[in-house]
Protein backbone atom coordinates (compact mmCIF):
# COMPACT_ATOMS: atom_id res chain seq x y z
CA UNK A 1 0.00 0.00 0.00
CA UNK A 2 1.51 3.26 -0.72
CA UNK A 3 2.00 6.05 1.88
CA UNK A 4 -0.37 8.16 0.72
CA UNK A 5 -3.03 5.59 1.00
CA UNK A 6 -2.38 4.51 3.87
CA UNK A 7 -2.57 7.73 5.47
CA UNK A 8 -5.32 8.31 4.27
CA UNK A 9 -7.40 4.84 5.30
CA UNK A 10 -6.24 5.39 8.82
CA UNK A 11 -7.19 8.90 9.17
CA UNK A 12 -11.05 7.18 8.10
CA UNK A 13 -10.19 4.79 10.62
CA UNK A 14 -9.58 7.55 13.14
CA UNK A 15 -12.50 9.49 12.38
CA UNK A 16 -15.17 6.03 12.06
CA UNK A 17 -13.59 4.77 15.58
CA UNK A 18 -12.01 7.45 17.85
CA UNK A 19 -8.67 7.69 19.27
CA UNK A 20 -6.79 6.53 20.64
CA UNK A 21 -6.75 3.21 18.58
CA UNK A 22 -5.10 0.44 17.54
CA UNK A 23 -5.02 -0.78 13.73
CA UNK A 24 -4.21 -4.33 12.83
CA UNK A 25 -3.16 -5.63 9.40
CA UNK A 26 -4.28 -9.43 8.54
CA UNK A 27 -2.46 -9.78 5.53
CA UNK A 28 1.00 -8.03 6.79
CA UNK A 29 0.87 -11.25 9.53
CA UNK A 30 0.23 -13.66 6.78
CA UNK A 31 3.14 -12.23 5.07
CA UNK A 32 5.52 -12.35 7.32
CA UNK A 33 4.62 -15.95 8.35
CA UNK A 34 4.86 -16.85 4.69
CA UNK A 35 8.47 -15.25 4.62
CA UNK A 36 9.08 -17.76 7.56
CA UNK A 37 8.26 -20.37 5.99
CA UNK A 38 9.82 -19.94 2.48
CA UNK A 39 12.93 -19.37 4.30
CA UNK A 40 12.81 -22.66 5.88
CA UNK A 41 11.92 -24.85 3.21
CA UNK A 42 13.89 -27.70 3.08
CA UNK A 43 13.79 -27.88 6.80
CA UNK A 44 11.42 -29.67 9.29
CA UNK A 45 10.41 -26.48 11.11
CA UNK A 46 7.35 -25.32 13.08
CA UNK A 47 6.75 -22.31 14.36
CA UNK A 48 4.88 -20.64 17.31
CA UNK A 49 3.22 -17.59 17.28
CA UNK A 50 4.86 -16.02 20.79
CA UNK A 51 1.44 -14.58 21.32
CA UNK A 52 1.86 -12.58 24.59
CA UNK A 53 2.90 -9.99 21.82
CA UNK A 54 -1.15 -9.72 21.05
CA UNK A 55 -3.62 -12.22 22.29
CA UNK A 56 -6.85 -10.07 21.02
CA UNK A 57 -8.98 -13.66 20.28
CA UNK A 58 -9.78 -12.17 16.52
CA UNK A 59 -5.97 -12.27 15.93
CA UNK A 60 -5.00 -15.58 17.73
CA UNK A 61 -7.93 -17.35 15.43
CA UNK A 62 -6.33 -15.64 12.11
CA UNK A 63 -3.03 -17.15 12.92
CA UNK A 64 -4.45 -19.99 13.77
CA UNK A 65 -6.16 -20.01 10.59
CA UNK A 66 -2.64 -19.77 8.63
CA UNK A 67 -1.10 -22.82 10.25
CA UNK A 68 0.93 -21.43 12.66
CA UNK A 69 1.43 -22.91 15.79
CA UNK A 70 1.45 -20.84 19.77
CA UNK A 71 3.56 -20.10 22.10
CA UNK A 72 2.11 -19.16 25.47
CA UNK A 73 3.58 -18.29 28.90
CA UNK A 74 0.76 -18.54 31.62
CA UNK A 75 -2.00 -20.60 32.00
CA UNK A 76 -4.54 -18.34 30.44
CA UNK A 77 -2.69 -17.87 26.80
CA UNK A 78 -3.13 -21.17 27.01
CA UNK A 79 -6.56 -21.36 27.73
CA UNK A 80 -6.83 -18.37 24.79
CA UNK A 81 -5.33 -20.59 22.23
CA UNK A 82 -7.84 -23.70 22.89
CA UNK A 83 -10.27 -20.86 22.43
CA UNK A 84 -8.78 -19.51 19.24
CA UNK A 85 -8.82 -23.00 17.97
CA UNK A 86 -5.46 -24.39 18.51
CA UNK A 87 -5.48 -28.15 19.25
CA UNK A 88 -3.27 -29.09 22.50
CA UNK A 89 -0.40 -30.57 19.99
CA UNK A 90 0.06 -27.12 18.52
CA UNK A 91 0.30 -25.47 21.76
CA UNK A 92 3.87 -24.92 23.67
CA UNK A 93 3.62 -23.50 27.31
CA UNK A 94 6.71 -21.71 27.85
CA UNK A 95 6.29 -20.52 31.64
CA UNK A 96 8.62 -18.76 34.34
CA UNK A 97 9.18 -19.12 37.78
CA UNK A 98 5.11 -20.37 38.24
CA UNK A 99 4.02 -22.75 40.27
CA UNK A 100 4.15 -26.31 39.64
CA UNK A 101 0.21 -26.29 40.20
CA UNK A 102 0.23 -24.65 36.80
CA UNK A 103 2.64 -26.59 35.06
CA UNK A 104 0.38 -29.33 36.10
CA UNK A 105 -2.67 -27.43 34.89
CA UNK A 106 -0.92 -27.22 31.06
CA UNK A 107 -0.49 -31.54 31.18
CA UNK A 108 -3.86 -31.75 32.18
CA UNK A 109 -4.59 -29.92 29.24
CA UNK A 110 -2.38 -31.90 26.56
CA UNK A 111 0.04 -29.00 25.43
CA UNK A 112 3.44 -29.54 24.73
CA UNK A 113 5.23 -28.11 28.10
CA UNK A 114 8.93 -26.48 28.52
CA UNK A 115 10.54 -26.47 32.00
CA UNK A 116 12.70 -24.19 32.53
CA UNK A 117 13.75 -24.74 36.46
CA UNK A 118 15.42 -27.96 38.15
CA UNK A 119 12.94 -27.80 40.88
CA UNK A 120 9.59 -28.21 38.66
CA UNK A 121 11.77 -30.80 36.49
CA UNK A 122 12.23 -32.74 40.08
CA UNK A 123 9.00 -32.61 40.95
CA UNK A 124 7.62 -33.36 37.28
CA UNK A 125 9.36 -36.22 37.82
CA UNK A 126 8.64 -37.82 40.82
CA UNK A 127 5.43 -37.14 40.20
CA UNK A 128 4.72 -38.07 36.37
CA UNK A 129 8.34 -40.37 35.62
CA UNK A 130 8.51 -40.76 31.75
CA UNK A 131 4.48 -40.52 31.40
CA UNK A 132 4.57 -37.00 29.39
CA UNK A 133 7.07 -36.38 27.62
CA UNK A 134 8.71 -32.52 27.94
CA UNK A 135 11.36 -29.97 26.57
CA UNK A 136 13.45 -28.11 28.68
CA UNK A 137 14.30 -24.53 28.45
CA UNK A 138 18.08 -23.67 28.81
CA UNK A 139 19.85 -20.60 29.53
CA UNK A 140 23.27 -20.98 26.60
CA UNK A 141 24.94 -17.99 28.38
CA UNK A 142 25.15 -16.19 24.88
CA UNK A 143 24.41 -12.09 25.16
CA UNK A 144 21.83 -11.87 22.22
CA UNK A 145 19.24 -8.80 22.28
CA UNK A 146 18.85 -5.13 21.55
CA UNK A 147 19.87 -4.61 24.55
CA UNK A 148 19.84 -5.45 28.74
CA UNK A 149 16.48 -5.43 29.01
CA UNK A 150 15.30 -7.45 26.40
CA UNK A 151 18.26 -9.95 26.82
CA UNK A 152 17.58 -13.59 28.30
CA UNK A 153 20.62 -15.55 27.61
CA UNK A 154 23.30 -13.81 29.92
CA UNK A 155 24.35 -15.18 33.10
CA UNK A 156 22.14 -13.09 35.42
CA UNK A 157 18.93 -14.10 33.72
CA UNK A 158 16.24 -15.77 35.56
CA UNK A 159 15.65 -17.64 32.36
CA UNK A 160 16.02 -21.24 31.53
CA UNK A 161 18.24 -24.00 33.07
CA UNK A 162 22.07 -22.85 32.78
CA UNK A 163 24.33 -25.62 30.66
CA UNK A 164 26.58 -25.47 33.27
CA UNK A 165 23.91 -27.57 35.59
CA UNK A 166 23.46 -30.56 32.85
CA UNK A 167 24.68 -33.01 35.53
CA UNK A 168 22.46 -31.74 37.77
CA UNK A 169 19.87 -32.51 35.03
CA UNK A 170 20.61 -35.67 33.85
CA UNK A 171 20.71 -36.95 37.34
CA UNK A 172 17.35 -35.65 37.85
CA UNK A 173 16.21 -37.50 34.36
CA UNK A 174 18.18 -40.64 35.14
CA UNK A 175 16.63 -41.01 38.67
CA UNK A 176 13.11 -39.99 37.36
CA UNK A 177 13.00 -41.62 34.52
CA UNK A 178 11.83 -38.04 32.42
CA UNK A 179 11.02 -38.17 28.99
CA UNK A 180 13.01 -35.29 27.18
CA UNK A 181 11.47 -35.01 24.06
CA UNK A 182 13.01 -31.23 22.72
CA UNK A 183 15.51 -29.13 24.18
CA UNK A 184 15.08 -24.91 24.15
CA UNK A 185 16.40 -21.74 24.12
CA UNK A 186 15.62 -18.06 23.56
CA UNK A 187 18.21 -15.28 24.52
CA UNK A 188 16.34 -11.80 24.00
CA UNK A 189 14.23 -9.84 21.66
CA UNK A 190 15.62 -7.73 18.50
CA UNK A 191 18.54 -10.27 17.57
CA UNK A 192 19.73 -8.92 14.06
CA UNK A 193 22.55 -11.07 13.97
CA UNK A 194 21.95 -14.32 12.72
CA UNK A 195 25.14 -16.04 14.41
CA UNK A 196 23.91 -15.52 17.42
CA UNK A 197 21.18 -18.20 16.37
CA UNK A 198 23.84 -20.69 14.40
CA UNK A 199 26.24 -20.34 17.63
CA UNK A 200 23.24 -21.15 20.12
CA UNK A 201 22.35 -23.73 17.49
CA UNK A 202 25.37 -25.42 18.48
CA UNK A 203 25.58 -25.39 21.88
CA UNK A 204 21.89 -27.19 21.37
CA UNK A 205 23.41 -29.99 19.07
CA UNK A 206 25.86 -30.47 22.26
CA UNK A 207 22.94 -30.28 24.83
CA UNK A 208 20.50 -32.89 22.88
CA UNK A 209 23.33 -35.47 22.64
CA UNK A 210 22.50 -35.69 26.84
CA UNK A 211 19.10 -36.91 25.60
CA UNK A 212 18.31 -39.67 23.51
CA UNK A 213 14.61 -39.47 23.03
CA UNK A 214 14.96 -35.82 21.59
CA UNK A 215 12.74 -35.06 18.72
CA UNK A 216 13.52 -30.98 18.43
CA UNK A 217 15.64 -28.05 19.30
CA UNK A 218 13.61 -24.90 19.89
CA UNK A 219 15.45 -21.96 18.97
CA UNK A 220 12.95 -19.31 20.26
CA UNK A 221 12.89 -16.15 18.64
CA UNK A 222 13.77 -12.64 19.00
CA UNK A 223 13.66 -11.59 15.26
CA UNK A 224 14.30 -8.64 14.70
CA UNK A 225 12.01 -6.27 12.81
CA UNK A 226 12.55 -2.50 11.33
CA UNK A 227 11.68 -0.08 13.74
CA UNK A 228 14.19 2.87 12.65
CA UNK A 229 13.99 4.34 9.29
CA UNK A 230 17.50 2.45 8.20
CA UNK A 231 17.27 -0.20 11.00
CA UNK A 232 17.49 -4.16 9.27
CA UNK A 233 15.46 -6.88 9.89
CA UNK A 234 16.75 -10.39 10.98
CA UNK A 235 17.81 -12.05 7.46
CA UNK A 236 15.47 -15.30 8.22
CA UNK A 237 16.52 -16.37 4.81
CA UNK A 238 20.11 -16.60 5.41
CA UNK A 239 19.31 -18.10 8.41
CA UNK A 240 17.11 -20.65 7.07
CA UNK A 241 20.11 -21.45 4.92
CA UNK A 242 22.59 -21.93 7.53
CA UNK A 243 20.04 -23.92 9.97
CA UNK A 244 18.65 -26.46 6.89
CA UNK A 245 22.86 -27.15 6.46
CA UNK A 246 23.71 -27.30 10.27
CA UNK A 247 20.35 -30.01 10.48
CA UNK A 248 21.44 -31.78 7.28
CA UNK A 249 24.80 -32.22 8.51
CA UNK A 250 23.31 -33.35 12.29
CA UNK A 251 21.34 -35.97 10.22
CA UNK A 252 24.41 -37.14 8.70
CA UNK A 253 26.29 -37.74 11.21
CA UNK A 254 24.12 -38.92 13.58
CA UNK A 255 20.88 -40.60 11.66
CA UNK A 256 18.28 -38.29 13.57
CA UNK A 257 16.42 -36.13 12.00
CA UNK A 258 15.52 -33.51 14.41
CA UNK A 259 13.05 -30.84 14.29
CA UNK A 260 13.63 -27.45 14.49
CA UNK A 261 11.06 -24.85 16.08
CA UNK A 262 10.83 -21.31 16.52
CA UNK A 263 8.81 -19.07 18.52
CA UNK A 264 8.74 -15.40 16.38
CA UNK A 265 6.19 -12.94 18.58
CA UNK A 266 6.96 -9.45 17.19
CA UNK A 267 8.26 -10.95 13.66
CA UNK A 268 4.39 -11.63 13.64
CA UNK A 269 2.74 -8.84 14.64
CA UNK A 270 5.24 -5.66 15.05
CA UNK A 271 4.43 -4.24 11.94
CA UNK A 272 1.14 -5.28 11.34
CA UNK A 273 0.13 -2.77 13.78
CA UNK A 274 -0.29 0.71 13.47
CA UNK A 275 -1.38 3.20 16.52
CA UNK A 276 -3.08 6.40 16.18
CA UNK A 277 -3.05 9.33 18.76
CA UNK A 278 -4.56 12.64 18.73
CA UNK A 279 -2.80 15.63 19.13
CA UNK A 280 -4.57 17.52 22.29
CA UNK A 281 -2.35 20.72 22.58
CA UNK A 282 1.56 22.48 21.13
CA UNK A 283 3.58 23.46 23.81
CA UNK A 284 5.70 25.82 22.90
CA UNK A 285 8.35 25.90 25.87
CA UNK A 286 11.60 27.42 26.03
CA UNK A 287 13.47 24.41 25.29
CA UNK A 288 11.25 23.03 23.04
CA UNK A 289 8.19 22.57 21.42
CA UNK A 290 5.72 19.54 22.86
CA UNK A 291 2.49 17.92 21.43
CA UNK A 292 0.63 16.76 23.82
CA UNK A 293 -1.42 13.22 22.54
CA UNK A 294 -4.42 11.92 23.79
CA UNK A 295 -2.50 8.83 25.02
CA UNK A 296 0.96 7.97 27.24
CA UNK A 297 2.51 5.06 28.31
CA UNK A 298 -0.71 3.61 29.84
CA UNK A 299 -1.54 2.84 26.14
CA UNK A 300 1.84 2.27 24.55
CA UNK A 301 5.04 1.78 27.22
CA UNK A 302 7.57 0.38 25.23
CA UNK A 303 9.24 4.17 24.27
CA UNK A 304 9.56 4.38 28.27
CA UNK A 305 10.16 0.72 29.18
CA UNK A 306 12.82 -0.18 26.60
CA UNK A 307 13.61 3.27 25.17
CA UNK A 308 12.65 1.96 22.18
CA UNK A 309 12.09 3.41 19.00
CA UNK A 310 8.50 4.24 16.92
CA UNK A 311 8.64 5.80 14.03
CA UNK A 312 5.96 8.55 14.04
CA UNK A 313 3.61 10.24 11.41
CA UNK A 314 1.48 13.40 11.07
CA UNK A 315 -1.29 11.53 9.10
CA UNK A 316 -3.53 14.48 8.69
CA UNK A 317 -1.34 17.27 7.77
CA UNK A 318 1.52 15.08 6.08
CA UNK A 319 2.48 17.39 3.65
CA UNK A 320 2.73 20.46 6.59
CA UNK A 321 6.90 21.84 6.78
CA UNK A 322 8.97 19.51 8.42
CA UNK A 323 9.69 20.79 12.09
CA UNK A 324 10.84 19.37 15.52
CA UNK A 325 8.68 18.82 18.41
CA UNK A 326 9.06 16.53 21.66
CA UNK A 327 6.06 13.69 21.45
CA UNK A 328 4.78 12.88 25.22
CA UNK A 329 1.56 11.97 26.36
CA UNK A 330 -1.06 13.16 28.84
CA UNK A 331 -0.21 11.05 31.99
CA UNK A 332 1.25 12.72 35.26
CA UNK A 333 4.38 11.08 34.63
CA UNK A 334 7.20 11.47 32.38
CA UNK A 335 5.83 9.63 29.11
CA UNK A 336 8.41 10.89 26.29
CA UNK A 337 7.10 8.59 23.11
CA UNK A 338 9.92 10.81 21.39
CA UNK A 339 12.95 13.64 21.75
CA UNK A 340 13.95 15.89 18.74
CA UNK A 341 11.74 14.28 16.27
CA UNK A 342 10.80 15.77 12.78
CA UNK A 343 7.30 15.60 11.91
CA UNK A 344 5.51 17.44 9.43
CA UNK A 345 3.53 20.60 10.90
CA UNK A 346 1.37 19.69 14.04
CA UNK A 347 -1.50 21.45 14.58
CA UNK A 348 -3.54 20.78 17.36
CA UNK A 349 -6.53 18.05 16.36
CA UNK A 350 -3.71 16.40 13.42
CA UNK A 351 -3.39 12.54 13.90
CA UNK A 352 -0.36 10.72 14.73
CA UNK A 353 0.43 7.12 13.75
CA UNK A 354 3.41 5.10 15.65
CA UNK A 355 4.64 2.00 13.56
CA UNK A 356 5.32 -1.05 14.82
CA UNK A 357 2.81 -1.09 16.90
CA UNK A 358 1.06 -4.58 17.24
CA UNK A 359 3.56 -6.34 19.20
CA UNK A 360 3.80 -5.22 23.01
CA UNK A 361 1.55 -1.88 22.47
CA UNK A 362 -2.09 -2.75 23.48
CA UNK A 363 -1.14 -6.04 25.26
CA UNK A 364 1.00 -3.41 27.82
CA UNK A 365 -1.54 -1.44 28.53
CA UNK A 366 -2.99 -0.02 31.66
CA UNK A 367 -5.70 1.99 32.99
CA UNK A 368 -3.23 4.09 34.96
CA UNK A 369 -4.68 7.17 35.37
CA UNK A 370 -7.72 6.18 35.27
CA UNK A 371 -7.74 6.21 31.84
CA UNK A 372 -9.62 3.88 29.73
CA UNK A 373 -8.11 1.62 27.85
CA UNK A 374 -8.25 2.06 23.51
CA UNK A 375 -10.46 0.21 20.75
CA UNK A 376 -8.66 -2.42 18.43
CA UNK A 377 -9.60 -3.03 15.15
CA UNK A 378 -8.64 -5.26 12.79
CA UNK A 379 -8.59 -4.68 8.67
CA UNK A 380 -8.81 -7.85 6.28
CA UNK A 381 -10.28 -8.25 3.22
CA UNK A 382 -9.84 -4.78 2.84
CA UNK A 383 -12.98 -4.08 5.40
CA UNK A 384 -12.48 -3.03 9.02
CA UNK A 385 -13.96 -4.81 11.99
CA UNK A 386 -13.97 -3.35 15.52
CA UNK A 387 -12.10 -6.30 18.01
CA UNK A 388 -12.01 -4.39 21.03
CA UNK A 389 -14.63 -1.96 22.18
CA UNK A 390 -13.13 0.93 23.93
CA UNK A 391 -13.30 1.21 27.85
CA UNK A 392 -15.97 3.11 29.23
CA UNK A 393 -16.07 4.86 32.64
CA UNK A 394 -18.06 1.76 33.91
CA UNK A 395 -15.11 -0.34 33.46
CA UNK A 396 -12.94 1.63 35.58
CA UNK A 397 -15.33 0.36 38.57
CA UNK A 398 -16.13 -3.18 37.15
CA UNK A 399 -14.25 -5.45 39.45
CA UNK A 400 -14.22 -2.71 42.66
CA UNK A 401 -16.26 -3.70 45.79
CA UNK A 402 -17.80 -0.57 47.33
CA UNK A 403 -17.95 -1.17 51.35
CA UNK A 404 -18.03 2.20 52.00
C1 LIG B 1 8.65 -13.27 24.30
C2 LIG B 1 9.09 -14.61 23.87
C3 LIG B 1 9.28 -14.89 22.51
C4 LIG B 1 9.08 -13.87 21.41
O1 LIG B 1 10.01 -12.86 21.38
P1 LIG B 1 9.93 -11.81 20.18
O2 LIG B 1 11.10 -10.95 20.38
O3 LIG B 1 8.64 -11.07 20.31
O4 LIG B 1 9.99 -12.58 18.91
C5 LIG B 1 9.64 -16.17 22.16
N1 LIG B 1 9.82 -17.14 23.09
C6 LIG B 1 9.64 -16.91 24.40
C7 LIG B 1 9.82 -18.02 25.35
C8 LIG B 1 9.28 -15.65 24.84
O5 LIG B 1 9.11 -15.43 26.14
Known amino acids: MSQNLLHTQLVE ?9 YVYHAEKIK ?5 LQDAFTGTKARFFYACKALTNINVLKYVQSLGANI ?15 FTPDRILFTPNCV ?21 ILEQFGAKYGGSYPICIRFNPHIMGGGNYKISTGHIDSKFGISIHQMRHIERVVKTTGLNVRGVHMHTGS ?10 GLEIMFEVATHFPDIEFIDLGSGFKVPYHEDDVRTDVKALGAKVKHAFDAYAKETGKELEVWFEPGKFLVS ?30 IRPMFYEAYHRIENISNPFGNPRIYTVVGHICETDTFAWDRTLAEVREGDLLVFYNAGAYGFEMSSNFNSRLKPAEVLLKDGEAHLIRRRDEFEDLLRNQIEVL
Open 13 to 21: LANRFGTPL
Open 31 to 35: EQFES
Open 71 to 85: DCVSINEVKLALKAG
Open 99 to 119: DFSEIEAGKDLGVNLNIDNIS
Open 190 to 199: DIKDINVFIS
Open 271 to 300: EAGYFIVKANVIKQTTATVFVGVNSGFNHL
